[in-house]
């Protein structure tokens, strides 16, 4: 028998695969020793996978590693390997429909699994996308170009750069609108940098994400791409934007301004939300719907101004009780130009970092302090704490999420290291990053359990 048939599978669950006579790709019953059944289709195991389990999907779709030491019976019939390649057919081209560019740097959008190595295999030609999603030709003409192929975590200033100058040069080309595909888990640092490296386009940039990959029934990959490319072909926003899942259901999407935006769950599909503000926009499949007026409009010239610099010795300092000053002390020894501080409260650290913090300042560090509450403003006047603070050069900077204070630090100290320039291109907003004020409506996180919110839960969940 050829070990074709037992497609990565080795040790333990391979055994038990010979001893019933079970093989990859063919529909199956499987009894366990506790009284469970599962039914579906056995699939390969990747050859970085353990050799304990044999993995089946289940007839609802989703996947499932049974341990094969708990597997009292197989029973299987018939074999029909699935073709886990994205289908391809050409892009149709309407002169009647504006033209979008996708750009590629990684992610899950519109992919499947190779169950064999577990790697994802992109789906990215206009012909695969149109492929695998066929609706995206009721919005635009779209080509796609692959800047980079990286899981988000591993982009940097090499890639936003690159990206800035990408999309710098769409725009010079005359397109209607940019599409940006990018990991979910750093999207919204990259939706930051960009918002302060391309400023003023006149048409929409969009980034666009998907927290499931395209082989699950609960994707998100196709409504999200779906959206995107219609915000990015039809919206009057011409803004740097995250958009991604509203509700958890398939309902809508949203908008949100690129310096606002931060990821809140790792698995949720609705795990982008607007901080201290509300979203720009709705969005499904028929109507973009503004939420708020301040927004900058399309234009119809091909100007926007490209800053694309960074300077990568900044880091972020999450501060926590106890904290020691060489924390401080060794970033400064290495060379570091900036630190973002997420301070307590109103913005407050202990007063044994306050040696280390005064030698950060002498040095010609800027260091800059934000809230790790995410909502609300730095006030360091109100405590002494504060503004003791001060007085050893740390700078305040509002409302400013932590990341995009990290975001735009590298930015301004890829421009210049004039500790008093920094100082004002760090406190000047370019895109919405410091808002005067915070609504009533941009700070809501509901208390699960209390009787209110349970039955405001009941009455409107989907």
Known sequence: MNEDTFK?????ALEVLKKFDAHVWSDAVIKTCEGAEFVGRILPRSITSDDKHIVVKLITGYNVGIASSKIVDIKSEGKKEAIYHVPEKEFPFDPKKPNVTLLGTGGTIASRLDYRTGAVIPAFSPGELYGSVPEL???????TKKLYGVFSENMGPEQWIGLAKAIGEEIRNGVKGIVVGHGTDTLHHTAAVLSFMVQNPPVPIIMVGSQRSSDRPSSDAALNLMHAVKAAAESDIAEVMVCMFGPTSDSYGLLHRGTRVRKMHSSYRSTFRTIGDIPIAMIDR???????DDYKHRRYDRDATIIPTFDDRVAIVYYYPNMKPDIIDSLVDNGYKGIVIAGTGLGHMNKPLYPALKRANE????????????WGYVQMYVYETGREMLQLGIVPLDNMLPEVAYMKLGWALGQTEDLDEVRKIMTTPVNGEITPR????????????????????AGNQK
């Open 363 to 374: 040095k010609g560090v800027a260091v800059f302090m934000t809230v790790q509450t995410l």
């Open 8 to 12: 990565g599978y080795r040790g333990a």
């Open 438 to 457: 915070e609504p009533s409506n941009g700070y809501l996180i509901y208390q699960g359990g209390v009787p209110e919110v349970e039955a405001f839960i």
């Open 137 to 143: 030709a009721d919005y635009c003409n779209l080509d």
């Open 286 to 292: 028929k109507e973009i719907t503004p939420l708020r």
